[in-house]
Protein backbone atom coordinates (compact mmCIF):
# COMPACT_ATOMS: atom_id res chain seq x y z
CA UNK A 1 0.00 0.00 0.00
CA UNK A 2 0.98 3.57 -0.58
CA UNK A 3 2.62 5.71 2.06
CA UNK A 4 -0.33 7.71 3.51
CA UNK A 5 -0.80 11.57 3.15
CA UNK A 6 -2.18 13.59 5.99
CA UNK A 7 -4.68 16.65 5.14
CA UNK A 8 -5.64 19.19 7.29
CA UNK A 9 -9.71 20.58 6.82
CA UNK A 10 -10.93 23.51 8.27
CA UNK A 11 -13.63 25.53 8.06
CA UNK A 12 -13.21 29.21 7.69
CA UNK A 13 -14.05 31.64 10.37
CA UNK A 14 -17.49 33.07 11.36
CA UNK A 15 -18.26 35.64 8.13
CA UNK A 16 -19.83 39.01 8.54
CA UNK A 17 -22.90 37.33 7.39
CA UNK A 18 -24.44 34.89 9.08
CA UNK A 19 -27.91 32.62 9.31
CA UNK A 20 -27.41 32.32 5.56
CA UNK A 21 -27.30 29.79 2.37
CA UNK A 22 -24.00 31.40 1.76
CA UNK A 23 -22.83 28.97 -1.02
CA UNK A 24 -20.78 30.87 -4.02
CA UNK A 25 -21.81 34.32 -1.64
CA UNK A 26 -18.73 36.50 -1.20
CA UNK A 27 -18.51 38.06 1.99
CA UNK A 28 -15.83 39.43 4.56
CA UNK A 29 -14.66 36.98 7.26
CA UNK A 30 -15.08 38.58 10.91
CA UNK A 31 -11.77 39.48 12.46
CA UNK A 32 -12.62 37.53 15.66
CA UNK A 33 -13.00 34.81 12.76
CA UNK A 34 -9.70 35.14 11.45
CA UNK A 35 -8.40 34.87 14.99
CA UNK A 36 -10.30 31.61 15.39
CA UNK A 37 -8.78 29.43 12.29
CA UNK A 38 -5.28 31.35 13.12
CA UNK A 39 -5.40 29.58 16.68
CA UNK A 40 -7.03 26.32 15.00
CA UNK A 41 -4.20 26.25 12.81
CA UNK A 42 -1.18 26.31 15.51
CA UNK A 43 -1.94 22.64 16.61
CA UNK A 44 -1.00 20.84 12.85
CA UNK A 45 2.25 21.11 11.21
CA UNK A 46 1.20 22.71 8.08
CA UNK A 47 3.49 21.93 4.48
CA UNK A 48 1.04 24.07 2.13
CA UNK A 49 -2.24 26.07 2.30
CA UNK A 50 -4.77 25.49 -0.32
CA UNK A 51 -8.10 27.31 0.23
CA UNK A 52 -11.31 28.09 -1.73
CA UNK A 53 -11.49 31.36 -3.60
CA UNK A 54 -14.12 32.93 -1.76
CA UNK A 55 -12.67 35.98 0.62
CA UNK A 56 -13.87 34.56 4.04
CA UNK A 57 -11.90 31.23 3.19
CA UNK A 58 -8.93 33.20 1.25
CA UNK A 59 -8.86 35.74 4.08
CA UNK A 60 -8.16 33.09 7.06
CA UNK A 61 -5.87 31.13 5.09
CA UNK A 62 -3.66 33.90 3.89
CA UNK A 63 -3.48 35.28 7.62
CA UNK A 64 -2.22 31.35 8.95
CA UNK A 65 0.46 31.99 5.67
CA UNK A 66 1.77 35.15 6.91
CA UNK A 67 2.33 33.57 10.15
CA UNK A 68 4.09 30.13 8.75
CA UNK A 69 5.58 32.31 5.90
CA UNK A 70 4.06 30.01 3.42
CA UNK A 71 2.50 30.94 0.10
CA UNK A 72 -1.77 30.54 -0.64
CA UNK A 73 -2.98 28.77 -3.62
CA UNK A 74 -6.67 29.55 -4.18
CA UNK A 75 -8.36 27.09 -5.91
CA UNK A 76 -12.10 27.38 -6.63
CA UNK A 77 -12.73 23.32 -6.49
CA UNK A 78 -12.90 24.34 -2.91
CA UNK A 79 -15.73 26.64 -2.99
CA UNK A 80 -19.27 25.94 -1.04
CA UNK A 81 -22.32 24.06 -2.52
CA UNK A 82 -23.63 26.66 -5.11
CA UNK A 83 -27.07 27.90 -3.71
CA UNK A 84 -28.54 29.45 -7.23
CA UNK A 85 -31.27 31.75 -6.63
CA UNK A 86 -31.27 31.05 -2.95
CA UNK A 87 -27.43 31.83 -2.66
CA UNK A 88 -26.99 35.10 0.36
CA UNK A 89 -30.67 34.50 1.26
CA UNK A 90 -31.86 33.47 5.05
CA UNK A 91 -33.09 29.67 4.97
CA UNK A 92 -36.60 31.52 6.42
CA UNK A 93 -36.82 33.25 2.66
CA UNK A 94 -36.93 30.46 0.27
CA UNK A 95 -39.88 28.19 -0.39
CA UNK A 96 -39.87 25.92 2.21
CA UNK A 97 -41.43 22.65 -0.02
CA UNK A 98 -38.40 22.99 -2.14
CA UNK A 99 -35.78 24.06 0.72
CA UNK A 100 -36.94 20.60 2.51
CA UNK A 101 -36.60 18.45 -1.14
CA UNK A 102 -33.46 19.74 -1.42
CA UNK A 103 -32.23 18.74 2.33
CA UNK A 104 -33.95 15.35 2.12
CA UNK A 105 -32.56 14.63 -2.01
CA UNK A 106 -29.63 17.34 -3.06
CA UNK A 107 -28.97 15.40 -5.80
CA UNK A 108 -32.61 14.80 -7.09
CA UNK A 109 -34.25 18.61 -6.34
CA UNK A 110 -31.03 21.28 -6.12
CA UNK A 111 -31.77 24.93 -5.33
CA UNK A 112 -33.14 26.77 -8.38
CA UNK A 113 -29.60 27.52 -10.71
CA UNK A 114 -27.87 25.88 -7.98
CA UNK A 115 -25.05 22.86 -7.65
CA UNK A 116 -26.34 19.49 -7.34
CA UNK A 117 -24.33 17.61 -4.40
CA UNK A 118 -22.75 14.91 -6.99
CA UNK A 119 -21.19 18.23 -8.80
CA UNK A 120 -19.84 19.61 -5.19
CA UNK A 121 -18.38 16.19 -4.72
CA UNK A 122 -16.90 15.92 -8.10
CA UNK A 123 -15.07 18.86 -7.70
CA UNK A 124 -13.94 18.37 -4.50
CA UNK A 125 -12.85 14.93 -5.09
CA UNK A 126 -10.79 15.78 -8.15
CA UNK A 127 -8.93 18.57 -5.91
CA UNK A 128 -8.75 16.08 -3.14
CA UNK A 129 -6.84 13.56 -5.54
CA UNK A 130 -4.17 16.00 -6.23
CA UNK A 131 -3.10 17.59 -2.90
CA UNK A 132 0.20 16.99 -1.14
CA UNK A 133 0.99 15.68 2.21
CA UNK A 134 1.15 18.58 4.91
CA UNK A 135 -1.83 20.91 3.02
CA UNK A 136 -4.28 23.00 5.23
CA UNK A 137 -7.24 23.79 2.91
CA UNK A 138 -9.45 26.54 4.19
CA UNK A 139 -13.07 25.88 3.38
CA UNK A 140 -16.33 25.80 3.44
CA UNK A 141 -18.34 22.80 5.36
CA UNK A 142 -19.97 21.45 2.46
CA UNK A 143 -16.74 20.95 0.81
CA UNK A 144 -16.11 19.24 3.86
CA UNK A 145 -18.60 17.26 3.96
CA UNK A 146 -17.71 16.70 -0.16
CA UNK A 147 -14.54 14.92 1.51
CA UNK A 148 -15.59 12.97 4.08
CA UNK A 149 -18.46 11.41 1.41
CA UNK A 150 -15.28 11.25 -0.82
CA UNK A 151 -12.26 9.73 1.32
CA UNK A 152 -13.92 8.32 4.05
CA UNK A 153 -17.12 6.69 2.21
CA UNK A 154 -19.94 8.22 4.36
CA UNK A 155 -23.45 8.55 2.76
CA UNK A 156 -24.73 12.23 2.68
CA UNK A 157 -27.25 11.31 5.40
CA UNK A 158 -24.09 10.50 7.72
CA UNK A 159 -22.30 13.49 6.85
CA UNK A 160 -25.22 15.64 8.89
CA UNK A 161 -23.52 14.09 12.20
CA UNK A 162 -20.50 15.99 11.96
CA UNK A 163 -20.57 19.41 13.44
CA UNK A 164 -18.67 21.60 11.66
CA UNK A 165 -18.37 24.97 13.45
CA UNK A 166 -16.46 27.63 11.98
CA UNK A 167 -12.57 27.04 12.40
CA UNK A 168 -13.06 23.74 13.22
CA UNK A 169 -10.05 21.12 11.71
CA UNK A 170 -10.57 17.88 10.56
CA UNK A 171 -7.38 15.86 9.58
CA UNK A 172 -7.12 13.45 7.74
CA UNK A 173 -5.18 10.52 6.34
CA UNK A 174 -5.53 8.88 2.92
CA UNK A 175 -4.15 6.51 0.91
CA UNK A 176 -4.02 5.94 -2.80
CA UNK A 177 -3.72 3.71 -5.25
CA UNK A 178 -5.39 0.56 -6.27
CA UNK A 179 -6.98 0.17 -2.65
CA UNK A 180 -7.43 3.69 -1.33
CA UNK A 181 -8.41 4.38 2.20
CA UNK A 182 -8.92 7.08 4.90
CA UNK A 183 -8.82 7.88 7.84
CA UNK A 184 -9.80 10.61 10.41
CA UNK A 185 -7.32 11.25 12.78
CA UNK A 186 -8.52 14.32 14.44
CA UNK A 187 -11.92 16.70 14.47
CA UNK A 188 -10.82 19.75 16.66
CA UNK A 189 -13.77 22.08 17.10
Known amino acids: ?30 ADGIAECRAAAGVVGIAGIISSDLRRAADC ?5 DDRQLPLWPDPRWRELDFGAWDGHRASEVD ?14 PPPGGERWSALTM ?5 LAEIADGTLVVTHAGAIRAALAVSCGFARDQLWAFDL ?8 RLWRGD ?4 QIVALRP
Request: hydrophobic fraction near 40%; glycine fraction near 12%.
Open 179 to 182: APAA
Open 165 to 172: PYGCLVSL
Open 1 to 30: MNQPVTIHLMRHGTPALTGRLLGHTDCDVT
Open 61 to 65: ARAIG
Open 123 to 127: RVGAA
Open 96 to 109: QGALGAFWADPDRD
